[in-house]
Each structure stands twice: as structure tokens, then as C-alpha cells.
């Protein structure tokens, strides 16, 4: 146990029950125990494995690479059709952590064995993602913005590109890449 961690188990009083029974099963399976984006994340030598987080309807375990598992018991959620690696298995109760104790470890213990092989999701190139015709067209008319955006990581290029694409509307895309435009031009991605 790391002492760093566990303000985390104590300031969820919904989930606490469930969160403590999740942690000992992460422990159990000999990883090393971290907070890393506020949320417990057990480590195998410096490689992410498994994560903790809550949420309003349930608590879940986060497996970074859970679309390289087998999931035999088809457990695994795709949180949306954007996430490409990670897979959540999600509780809502203690007795269904239980029941699932020796499930959970060995989709742990797969994981494990899939980061010591060094395996790698493959993602989806940037060009593979859809490009909404407003921002195509911002990016015709303005040889700075497409130079400042050709410049992006392609991490940053693809959170643009999901978020124009998200709204439903023309008008919504189009208020989206105006609001955008600066911060593509100044080198920033979308969270930055």
C-alpha cells in the first residue's frame, strides 16, 4: 500500500466498501501501487497495468490495455467507441466484486503477462479519423492553420478532430473550429 494513495479510499464514502475490496485484489497480484491522473494505478516496473475510478453509477477497475485480453467472460466495457486500448469492468456492490475475486486476478494476472511481452495496441492513424468539412474547409482557407495543425502531435490532431466532430450540427462544428482556431495557431492541443 502506498500511504500516498489512500485519501483516495477514504473521500469516496459511496464506493468506499467496493474501492477497498478492489484495491486488495490490485495488491494481491504483486503490483506496485500509485495515484497518477487522482486515481489509484498499480504498476508493473513503471507500466501502467490497472487503474481504480468512480463514477456516479459505479466504481471500476481500467485495464490500459484490456482490448489486447482475451475477456472469456465478456466483462470488458469499451467506455466510448473513441477509447481504443483501455476496457473498464465495472461494479456496482461488494458481493459482485467477491463473486468476480478470481476473475478479476486473472484478468490482472493477463495483463500483466501482456505488458512483459511488450505487446501494443495497434491505434488508429490520424488519417483514419473522419474530418469534419467545416474544419476541412478552415484549413483550405488558412495556410497558417493548416501548417499549426499539420505541427500538432497526432494525439493532439485527434482531439481536435473528435471534438469538432462530436456536435451534431454544421453551425455547432463550425462555432467549434472558430473557437479552436487560436489555440491550434499558438501549437496548444485542446486541453492545453
Same mark, same amino acid.
Given at each position: 500500500?502506498?500511504?500516498k494513495?489512500?485519501?483516495? $479510499?477514504?473521500?469516496n464514502? &459511496?464506493?468506499?466498501?467496493?474501492?477497498?475490496? /478492489?484495491?486488495?485484489?490490485? /495488491?494481491?497480484?504483486?503490483?506496485? #501501487?500509485?495515484?497518477?491522473?487522482?486515481?489509484?494505478c498499480? !504498476?508493473?516496473?513503471g507500466?501502467?497495468?490497472?487503474?481504480?475510478?468512480?463514477? %456516479?453509477?459505479?466504481?471500476?477497475? /481500467?485495464?490500459?490495455?484490456?482490448?489486447?485480453?482475451?475477456?472469456?467472460?465478456?466483462?470488458?466495457?469499451?467506455?466510448?467507441?473513441?477509447?481504443?486500448?483501455a476496457?473498464?469492468?465495472?461494479?456496482?456492490?461488494?458481493?459482485?466484486? @467477491? &463473486?468476480?475475486k478470481a476473475?478479476?486476478?486473472?484478468?490482472?494476472?493477463?495483463?500483466? !503477462?501482456? #505488458? %512483459?511481452?511488450?505487446?501494443?495496441?495497434?491505434? %488508429?492513424?490520424?488519417?483514419? $479519423?473522419?474530418?469534419? #468539412?467545416? $474544419?476541412?474547409?478552415?484549413?483550405d482557407?488558412? @495556410?497558417?492553420?493548416?501548417? !499549426?495543425?499539420s505541427? /500538432?502531435t497526432?494525439?493532439?490532431?485527434?482531439?481536435?478532430?473528435?471534438?469538432?466532430?462530436?456536435?451534431k450540427?454544421?453551425?455547432?462544428?463550425?462555432?467549434?473550429?472558430?473557437?479552436?482556431?487560436?489555440?491550434?495557431?499558438?501549437? %496548444?492541443?485542446?486541453?492545453?
Amino acid at each position: 500500500m502506498n500511504p500516498k494513495v489512500d485519501w483516495y $479510499f477514504v473521500k469516496n464514502k &459511496k464506493w468506499q466498501e467496493e474501492l477497498a475490496h /478492489l484495491r486488495m485484489i490490485a /495488491l494481491d497480484s504483486g503490483l506496485n #501501487e500509485e495515484l497518477k491522473w487522482g486515481c489509484p494505478c498499480y !504498476a508493473l516496473e513503471g507500466s501502467n497495468i490497472v487503474l481504480i475510478h468512480t463514477f %456516479k453509477a459505479y466504481c471500476a477497475f /481500467l485495464f490500459f490495455k484490456g482490448a489486447l485480453l482475451k475477456d472469456p467472460k465478456h466483462i470488458l466495457i469499451q467506455q466510448t467507441a473513441n477509447v481504443q486500448a483501455a476496457r473498464q469492468i465495472r461494479f456496482t456492490s461488494v458481493r459482485e466484486i @467477491a &463473486k468476480m475475486k478470481a476473475t478479476l486476478k486473472a484478468y490482472i494476472k493477463e495483463a500483466i !503477462a501482456v #505488458e %512483459k511481452k511488450g505487446l501494443k495496441v495497434p491505434f %488508429k492513424k490520424t488519417k483514419e $479519423f473522419s474530418m469534419p #468539412e467545416e $474544419f476541412k474547409k478552415k484549413l483550405d482557407e488558412n @495556410a497558417s492553420l493548416k501548417t !499549426a495543425f499539420s505541427a /500538432l502531435t497526432s494525439g493532439r490532431q485527434r482531439g481536435y478532430l473528435l471534438y469538432f466532430s462530436s456536435a451534431k450540427q454544421s453551425k455547432t462544428r463550425e462555432a467549434k473550429v472558430e473557437k479552436s482556431m487560436q489555440q491550434i495557431l499558438n501549437g %496548444k492541443g485542446l486541453d492545453d
